[in-house]
């Protein structure tokens, strides 16, 4: 129970506020200089790029977590990359995961290794930013067109038969506050046609922050508190090779641990390279039923 008077809960804010935004202010001035001996790793040739991107992804992942150790150190989000609940599968899988707060991709690529995703084709063509992601095995996730969509589930395909993990979020935008968005069917539809497994990890954040509308400079009063509990996998062969009964199965089974709703009538949102390729993925299902 809470029992801080509103004077003090209203001087952690303003604390809170302060760190955060000294926090943005440090990474905007030393995350060039990372990114430049990041990229100067990725220029350097290798006799083995699937070596090289292991190493540069394990670069990424302990970044990653050092930035996460930062923030629970000022005491503006409690998350700590090392306490992830459970044990993710070895070997090639999608990794799924609820899609609650801005910090996703981080939250979860801290946490597991050998992971790679999808990458907005205007992010991922910058030509300072492209050998990073490209060295570490991201892919170019498209322009939000239907040839993106394609483009994201070929090179998705791609990665995980080299032997990577591929983190995908169902939803393909940030969830409503108590609400999960519907689950679409590219990521399933993937799995069933590679025969990979789907491996669920699920998102608790309580109070929220940083859901779609809030500001990274305004955190809640109350400490922001993130946990990571990797679920039990879901085999395609179990399904028959059915991608529209895993979707279901999956979102269900995220729905009843949230204790969260799924709404299926939701303002537009604008497209993001997961989604687009979750899009396609449905279309491609629904054409080949």
């Not at 003090?8 to 001996?37: D, E, Q």
């Not at 922050?209 to 990274?216: A, C, E, I, N, T």
Request: net charge positive.
């Amino acid at each position: 129970m809470n029992i801080r008077s509103e004077p003090a809960r209203l001087l952690l804010r303003a604390c809170r506020v302060l760190a955060a935004s000294l926090s943005v202010a440090a990474y905007a001035s030393l995350a060039p200089f990372g990114y430049l001996g990041f990229c100067a790793l990725a220029l350097i040739p290798a006799r083995d790029p699937k070596a090289r991107a292991h190493r540069l992804q394990g670069i990424m992942r302990r970044a990653f977590a050092f930035m996460h150790h930062w923030l629970r150190w000022v005491r503006v989000l409690d998350y700590d990359p090392r306490k992830l609940e459970g044990v993710v599968m070895e070997g090639p899988c999608i990794v799924i995961a609820n899609h609650p707060a801005l910090d996703d991709v981080t939250t979860v690529m801290s946490a597991i290794p050998r992971l790679c995703t999808a990458v907005n084709g205007r992010t991922f063509h910058r030509f300072w930013l492209r050998p990073l992601l490209e060295g570490a095995g991201q892919f170019n996730g498209g322009l939000n067109n239907l040839l993106g969509g394609q483009l994201v589930l070929e090179n998705a395909a791609v990665r995980l038969r080299q032997g990577f993990r591929v983190l995908v979020f169902p939803e393909g935008a940030r969830s409503p506050r108590g609400q999960l968005r519907p689950f679409a069917r590219g990521a399933f539809e993937i799995a069933c046609r590679l025969g990979v497994p789907i491996q669920p990890v699920l998102i608790r954040a309580e109070p929220l922050w940083l859901s779609r509308g809030d500001s990274v400079f305004l955190p809640p009063a109350d400490l922001p508190r993130k946990r990571v509990e990797v679920l039990d996998r879901l085999d395609p062969a179990a399904f028959n090779g059915d991608s529209r009964a895993m979707r279901d199965i999956a979102e269900a089974m995220y729905s009843r641990l949230l204790e969260a709703p799924v709404a299926r009538s939701l303002p537009s949102s604008p497209p993001t390279a997961q989604h687009t390729a979750n899009r396609i993925g449905d279309t491609q299902s629904e054409r080949r039923a």
